[in-house]
């Protein structure tokens, strides 16, 4: 089954880390570029970072940049996101997408939240 | 950064042709892919492109850009579209590769 499930979500408090993994199956995950999107409660998608297929392209929203960082394991058909220094505003549900052909998401996780919180 | 501005809320009546709309300026120069996402699910990619539908998408969806507008019709809208819509295109307004995505526009089905 083409599939992306998404781990390590959970709750954390402000300045603490958390690192979120995207397990892909069923496709051959080192020919797309992956990328991890967010959403708060009751808000809209925010787009969080991208990496192409030999992670030599690697980009950051501004609001993560400095903070995340965003790596892949294409033997272990996996994508992941360290984030560090949390903040409130990183409370979200974070989904991976693939990247069929420049910024169109064709498939998508089914998200794990995080909470970040005193 | 670039924004994508849609409207809030659009209702259609049942079996009605509903139009929702994408503006921005970075559609002047890249095309819109759009997605449904219902309650508690994923966001699900219904058109992409120019106007091309993944094989699951309904071929009630299509979409269409103008300037900077891109819009995305359900013709003959079904109970089942009741749903968030977004839209998202490159931003082009840094030097580095970035996305962004609209607001969002919630559709009812009435």
């Known amino acids: 089954e083409v599939q992306l499930v998404e781990s390590g979500g959970g709750l954390v408090k402000p300045g603490g880390s958390l690192r979120l993994t995207c397990a892909a199956s069923?496709?051959?995950?080192?020919?797309?570029?992956m990328n991890w999107v967010r959403q708060a409660p009751g808000k809209g998608l925010e787009w969080v970072s991208s990496i192409n297929i030999g992670s030599t392209y690697i980009h950051y929203a501004d609001s993560v940049k400095g903070r995340f960082t965003i790596s892949r394991d294409n033997a272990q058909t996996s994508l992941y996101l360290q984030m560090s220094s949390l903040r409130v505003e990183d409370t979200a549900v974070y989904y991976c997408a693939r990247d069929d052909y420049g910024g169109v998401f064709d498939m998508w996780g089914q998200g794990t939240m995080v909470t970040v919180s005193p | 950064s670039s924004e994508l501005t849609q409207d809030p809320a659009v209702s259609v009546a049942l079996g009605q042709t509903v139009r929702i709309t994408c503006q921005g300026d970075s559609l002047r120069s890249d095309y819109a892919s759009w997605y449904q996402q219902k309650p508690g699910q994923a966001p699900v990619l219904v058109i992409y492109g120019q106007n091309n539908r993944p094989s699951e998408s309904p071929d009630r969806f299509s979409g269409s850009s103008s300037g900077d507008t891109a819009s995305l019709t359900i013709t003959g809208a079904q109970a089942e579209d009741e749903a968030d819509y977004y839209c998202t295109s490159r931003d082009r307004s840094g030097s580095r590769l970035s996305w962004v995505f609209g607001g969002g526009t919630k559709l009812t089905v009435l």
């Open positions: 069923g496709f051959t995950f080192s020919t797309y570029s």
